[in-house]
């Protein structure tokens, strides 16, 4: 009873939704905002993809919420979760998962670098082809992972993690900052380097270097999450 | 550079990036950085308040694009005001809970850094001028209260963190929706853009939208029956935050609310705000009646402050300059009252698990200073003179009057009986029953006492001089009525290519 | 759009419904989040189909993979059957 | 044809969307409901998405081989704004994941209505 009248509920939100959604037609081209992004993003920012040029410049403010975003899962899962360390066993409390086959372990070992070099050239990439810092990022936690679940002992360096996370946001809202001394317009995340020409490794001035950084931290915050996940002691209490 | 409103956002990221490292130098650091951190937002508010003026609002670009193709954020004499209002009262938070001895090193580094992205998330949703990006801020502040609900792992924490989260995660989507039809018919995200194109989009398209911001930010303002989550978030919290839910939280919730009904969408005279008014009447109502039922303090004190959200919608429903007026007095009241109130209960209930009003016997001997801030508080929300709270709950009376809505303004005095009878239940049993004998209690350290007789301070001299104050709420309330001059600050180019 | 594209649109789109029925209806979670993965791969695909291949490589590499696995974790840390007390 | 493609797309994401808010408010389980939740987001950025397309529109990446020609391009906006959607919603995951695995150390157990303080 009670699911027939979500259901039919439901039905009524999809329908008004649906209404409203079809008379905005798929395919149908819609002008204002995008437009100007499509035409500044090649010409003024030298930046060939424009998805790019938005997250990181245009609407780069979202993108740096958005790091803060992972920032504060990884910082709340930690005081979700973790009490104490447990002392004793140093980092690695009992993982009482059992080892992985040799096979897989050495799929891993030969695998991870790879992804390693994959995700650092959709990183670096981001402003030239598909990809960018969210992307490559990730790549590199799932390089981390297939570690993890491949190794019993292999444990990520809480310290390294830290330290570059740290260092990766610092450096975005440094280059903000940066922004407001030396841009033309001294507002926040301008660019203020040479923006270089089209197509080109060096081209897009600030949005390539804070795509880096971008890569970086959330590469750090997603291992981070998924060591915490990993890491947490499957026997006993939290408390 | 110095006083730029970007530093609200940009200084406490900045922060909470760095006090990882910095712990490793020095642990004490953990805990000053981000009052410093804080302390200087608000002196910087009070700098960009003296800058800013009905005509003249700060609008920061970033990333050097001008409004409608950047984000940009707008600080005027209304969103400055409430900008201000919760920087202040985050640092006041802060000096609070500064010497946070209950707990240890690693959590307490975690806590002052979820603490600063709350008030950082908060600030942002207020002075952003982009609807995309206020979702963002609404998700960094939900995050962060999230887990800091579920910060004490005694308690029920965890349980109250998980209803929030699921309320939190539908507002969030129907807050996605409703940008998303919006931008679906008019092409872009600038608020004041959306406000001008606005008569453009079909009618129904716009009630669908309106509506699904409604309820996502409604629950964020602590709206009946959206408000589940409130009660337990505020009573499974620790008191520091319970008092930044109220005073912070709520605070950017509400403005959410107001700015896309006020700006955004020009629904007010076609049920809009009669919409408003209504849930703004039941909300006060249902809270009131619940709250006099409660028998844990934080509860009644979380279901009053959803009461007196109900008072500001109330106020903000009637869509008259003066409603504002007095919406935003509430709002000022409510967030340095309440957060008093919810400082002092910290230290009354502070050894008893259960956190029971009958458990109160006789504290005004056992606690005098901490009882008599908290009665101070109580006698200030009801509504009684000398103190704010008078001031704001007669012009909101006068604001009915005025409306000839004689039906609200029986409510909201029956109401404020009830408020009385259940407020000086609480004072009874601090002050005129026998104490326990072997009860335990916990004398406040000294920074906590500097915060609330600050508070209690800004209390009475607001209510011996409400002068102080209603310049900057009158400014406030005809920059929030210019829906025109909002558009036309922002936009310049496109405001005057369409008048041509 | 051409034929084939068409095809593998609809395709993908019919998987994505599937799937998340499936993953709603899944007694058994470990099924249930292979379903959600399934979700995020057919949704990938469409994201590619739609000339979003930013959107498809994030969907990809987080809503396949890291996502999946979260899932995974938390039920081994939990309970794998829906009605298991 | 365009009639068709409009309502089988966004009514696809619609029914995805719809049947995560479903699980989400019959599901007894725990994770269920956290699963229900990823699944209402996959429906919704499927919806952002297919509004961002154009019909005969490319990649908005200017690549050397669309250099100098006239080329329609997808709106790009949507697809940043999914991205952004995409990311917060992983962490909103991970935490609601955390938060149930601490529940059930709590409680033994992750179903909704054997945790008393859970209900409403």
């Known amino acids: 009873m009670r699911k027939l009248v979500i259901i039919s509920l439901l039905l009524v939100l999809g329908y008004y939704l649906l209404d409203t959604f079809a008379g905005a037609e798929f395919g149908k081209d819609r002008k204002v905002l995008s437009n100007y992004y499509l035409e500044k993003s090649p010409s003024e920012l030298q930046v060939a993809n424009a998805v790019t040029a938005i997250v990181v410049n245009f609407r780069g403010f979202d993108t740096l919420g958005e790091v803060t975003v992972l920032f504060l899962a990884a910082t709340g899962m930690g005081t979700i979760l973790l009490r104490r360390r447990s002392k004793h066993t140093g980092l690695n409390p009992q993982r009482t998962s059992p080892e992985a086959s040799k096979i897989v372990q050495a799929a891993g070992k030969l695998l991870f670098p790879a992804i390693m070099i994959l995700g650092a050239y959709v990183f670096i990439h981001g402003h030239l082809t598909p990809g960018g810092g969210f992307q490559g990022g990730a790549i590199i936690a799932t390089g981390f992972l297939l570690l993890l679940i491949s190794y019993r002992q292999f444990k990520v360096e809480h310290k390294y993690v830290t330290w570059i996370e740290s260092l990766a946001g610092l450096t975005f809202v440094s280059i903000g900052l940066l922004g407001i001394v030396l841009g033309p317009h001294n507002s926040f995340l301008e660019n203020f380097l040479n923006v270089g020409t089209l197509n080109e490794l060096t081209s897009g001035g600030v949005i390539a270097l804070v795509y880096i950084a971008v890569g970086f931290k959330v590469a750090a915050e997603l291992t981070g999450i998924l060591d915490t996940l990993v890491n947490i002691r499957e026997t006993g209490d939290i408390d | 550079m110095v006083a730029n409103p970007i530093l609200y956002i940009a200084l406490p990221l900045f922060t909470a990036f760095l006090v990882p490292l910095l712990a490793k130098l020095w642990k004490p650091l953990v805990r000053i950085i981000p009052g410093l951190v804080l302390a200087y937002l608000a002196v910087m508010s009070v700098v960009l308040m003296q800058q800013v003026g009905p005509d003249k609002p700060i609008i920061t670009m970033i990333a050097g694009w001008k409004a409608p193709w950047g984000i940009n954020l707008v600080f005027t004499s209304f969103s400055g005001f409430i900008a201000s209002l919760i920087s202040i009262l985050a640092f006041f938070i802060w000096l609070y809970s500064f010497k946070f001895k209950k707990v240890e090193f690693d959590d307490a580094q975690k806590y002052f850094i979820l603490f600063m992205l709350l008030t950082a998330g908060s600030i942002g949703v207020v002075l952003t001028g982009d609807i995309f990006n206020m979702f963002v801020f609404v998700e960094i502040t939900s995050l962060s209260a999230y887990a800091l609900t579920a910060f004490y792992k005694g308690r029920d924490g965890a349980e109250a963190a998980f209803k929030f989260l699921l309320i939190g995660s539908f507002s969030s989507i129907m807050l996605l929706l409703g940008i998303t039809i919006l931008y679906a018919y008019t092409g872009t995200l600038n608020m004041a853009q959306l406000a001008m194109l606005m008569p453009q989009v079909p009618m129904h398209a716009k009630i669908v939208s309106f509506l699904l911001f409604f309820v996502a930010l409604g629950i964020e303002a602590e709206m009946f029956p959206l408000n589940g989550w409130a009660p337990d978030a505020y009573s499974q919290a620790p008191g520091p935050i319970a008092a930044s839910f109220a005073g912070i939280l709520a605070k950017a919730g509400i403005y959410a609310l107001i700015r896309v009904s006020y700006t955004i969408f020009d629904l007010g005279n076609d049920g809009g705000f009669e919409l408003l008014l209504v849930m703004g009447l039941i909300t006060m109502v249902v809270s009131e009646l619940v709250a006099m039922r409660q028998e844990n303090l934080r509860r009644m004190l979380a279901y009053s402050s959803m009461g007196q959200m109900g008072l500001i919608m109330i106020a903000f429903g009637l869509g008259t300059k003066e409603g504002i007026y007095a919406g935003l007095f509430i709002m000022f009241n409510h967030a340095v009252i309440k957060s008093l109130l919810f400082l002092a209960s910290a230290y009354l209930v502070y050894y008893t698990s259960r956190k029971k009003i009958s458990d109160l016997d006789g504290f005004g001997k056992l606690l005098p200073l901490t009882s008599l801030l908290f009665g101070l508080g109580a006698f200030a929300i009801v509504g009684l003179p000398p103190f704010s709270g008078f001031w704001s709950k007669l012009s909101l009376l006068i604001a009915t009057a005025d409306n000839h809505m004689e039906f609200v303004l029986a409510t909201i005095l029956a109401v404020s009986v009830i408020e009385i009878i259940y407020y000086f239940r609480v004072l009874g049993r601090l002050y005129f029953r026998k104490a326990n004998t072997e009860i335990k209690v916990r004398k406040p350290t000294w920074n906590s006492v500097v915060t609330m007789i600050s508070l209690a301070i800004v209390i009475i001299a607001v209510g011996l001089h409400p002068d102080l104050i209603t310049g900057l709420l009158h400014n406030a309330a005809n920059t929030l009525a210019d829906k025109a001059g909002y558009i036309q600050k922002i936009i310049p180019d496109l405001f005057s290519q369409t008048l041509n | 759009m051409d034929t084939i594209t068409l095809l593998l649109l609809f395709f993908s789109l019919i998987v994505m419904i599937g799937a998340a029925v499936y993953a709603a209806i899944m007694k058994d979670l470990i099924f249930a989040t292979i379903g959600t993965s399934l979700i995020s791969l057919a949704l990938s695909v469409i994201f590619y189909l739609l000339h979003a291949p930013d959107v498809a490589l994030t969907e990809a590499a987080i809503g396949v993979a890291l996502s999946t696995i979260v899932f995974i974790i938390a039920i081994r840390n939990t309970k794998r059957y829906e009605d298991e007390k | ?120």
């Open chain 4, 1 to 120: 044809m365009n009639q068709i493609l409009t309502y089988s797309v966004y009514g696809a994401a619609i029914l995805t969307m719809l049947i995560g808010i479903f699980a989400i408010l019959t599901k007894k389980n725990l994770i269920k409901i956290v699963i229900g939740m990823s699944i209402m987001d996959s429906g919704f950025n499927l919806l952002l998405i297919a509004l961002g397309y154009i019909k005969g529109g490319t990649a908005p990446i200017f690549s050397p081989a669309v250099e100098g020609k006239d080329v329609i391009m997808v709106d790009p906006v949507p697809q940043a704004l999914v991205l952004t959607a995409i990311v917060i919603g992983f962490g909103v995951t991970a935490v609601a994941l955390s938060l149930v695995i601490r529940l059930y150390r709590k409680h033994n157990t992750i179903k909704i209505d054997e945790i008393k303080t859970l209900r409403w």
